[in-house]
């Protein structure tokens, strides 16, 4: 799939170092070893990357092995927010995992993240609980 000058793919190989800068770039805190640690649990992946490879897009779909799958780490570089990629990528994701055949997708999101959940990508608002553990 293609959004502009950048391609979306599922599944294809993401390099730890990759998500530390995008990471970075975006003012997070990138911890290296993240992702081979966090991969094997996933469904799967969408890295959106502009034509000289560099990865300025990525969503992660975490899954219990079952119906249910989990959106989590949507980023989105600097460079290429606002434009709709990181909406592409969110929708991207939604399609494959509902063809993988789960039943339901959820996301977490602070309350300045909802334009972008709902309106921009159609996740429905829920009531969900959180027990912080560190």
């Known amino acids: 799939m293609m959004h502009d000058d950048v391609t979306l793919s599922w599944r294809t190989p993401v390099e730890d170092r990759e998500l530390v800068e995008l ?3 975006h003012g997070g805190t990138p911890e290296a070893g993240w992702w ?10 969408v890295a959106a990357r502009t034509p000289d490879g ?4 990525f969503v992660n779909v975490a ?13 989105t570089h600097p ?20 063809a993988a055949g789960c039943e339901w997708l959820f996301v977490d999101y602070s309350a300045d993240m909802a334009p ?3 309106d921009a990508c159609g996740f429905a608002p829920t009531r969900a609980g959180l027990v912080h553990l560190r």
């Not at 081979?36 to 992946?45: C, N």
């Not at 560099?54 to 897009?57: E, K, R, S």
């Not at 460079?79 to 509902?98: D, F, K, M, N, P």
């Open 23 to 25: 990471t970075a770039a």
């Open 36 to 45: 081979d640690r966090v991969r094997p649990h996933s469904l799967g992946w």
């Open 54 to 57: 560099a990865l300025v897009g």
């Open 63 to 75: 899954w219990d092995g079952g119906d249910h799958a989990f959106l989590i780490d949507t980023k």
């Open 79 to 98: 460079s290429h927010q606002h434009q709709g990629l990181g909406t592409a990528v969110v929708r991207h994701a939604v399609a494959e995992t509902r």
């Open 116 to 118: 972008f959940y709902e």
